[in-house]
């Protein structure tokens, strides 16, 4: 079973096995207490997960990583991720954000992908961690064997497959589709399911994503930041950090402009 927790900007998943549950991304930081109250409105508790997996170290993704580890969860790291680990430290600095706790490496638990479904195995759980580069040269996707699912944290999705023809996300898609998933669980879109007409066409409906491509359709209409804002009910910071990558970026995708924003911080 996979449950899905959604306490801030960044889905993150519950991967429950016999022995244990892997809790796949985390959310901002500062959000630790809304991921216990999370878990507390499906019955579940913090003690029933034993091992924390991210996909990629940006700061939606990581924020309370060295928070869940103190409270006695196991954080695992790829070996392809291991000089990754502080890459969100700048970020929280620069925002002087006061809840932010690094990572301590010497209490992470490396492993090497090849090892991965050793991993899994000790918690009782048939699966297995790739490595997909793309969004990140850190990025890892959780493959689910039991229920044919996906975990790809913020790996481009398959709706923009044709964008990526010869990069490396068409490579890490190509893996993953040769294993035959029937679900995709993303980060930041909804839940695709393969096999259906519009799994791999259709666009996300999460609600930051259904926002920017808003903004971006009263940018075409010429609307200034301020009437955005007062229409989309947004942040005006943030309209003007999607504004400034839409038109700076030409043709970049909606997701696109949700990963640049990311990578700043905000």
Not at 41 to 60: A, G, N, V
Not at 98 to 126: A, M, N
Not at 132 to 153: A, F, M, R
Not at 204 to 225: E, N, R, S
Request: glycine share 8%; charged share 25%; aromatic share 8%.
């Amino acid at each position: 079973m996979i449950t899905t927790l959604k306490y801030g900007a960044t889905n993150t998943y519950l991967v429950h096995g016999k022995y244990g549950n892997v809790l796949f991304d985390t959310g901002w930081a500062g959000t630790f207490p809304l991921l216990c109250r999370a878990l507390g409105e499906k019955d579940l508790r913090l003690q029933d997960i034993k091992l924390l997996l991210i996909s990629h170290f940006h700061p939606d993704h990581m924020g309370i990583a060295q928070d869940i580890a103190n409270a006695g969860v196991t954080l695992a790291a790829a070996d392809v991720q291991r000089e990754y680990l502080h890459f969100s430290d700048g970020i929280f600095a620069r925002e002087k954000h006061s809840r932010f706790t690094p990572i301590d490496d010497s209490k992470v638990r490396f492993f090497s992908i090849d090892q991965s479904r050793e991993l899994l195995g000790e918690l009782g759980i048939d699966g297995e961690v790739l490595h997909t580069p793309g969004h990140s040269d850190d990025s890892i996707s959780l493959w689910v064997e039991g229920n044919k699912t996906l975990l790809v944290g913020d790996l481009d999705p398959l709706y923009e497959l044709e964008m990526h023809k010869g990069t490396q996300v068409e490579q890490s898609w190509q893996r993953l589709l040769a294993l035959a998933p029937q679900t995709v669980c993303y980060a930041h879109a909804k839940t695709a399911v393969l096999g259906k007409a519009d799994a791999q066409t259709s666009e996300p409906q999460g609600d930051t994503y259904a926002l920017v491509k808003k903004i971006t359709k009263l940018c075409d209409k010429g609307f200034d930041a301020r009437r955005i804002a007062d229409r989309t009910g947004a942040d005006i910071g943030f309209v003007q950090d999607v504004q400034r990558m839409y038109f700076t970026h030409p043709n970049v995708s909606v997701q696109g402009i949700l990963d640049r924003i990311e990578i700043k911080g905000k």
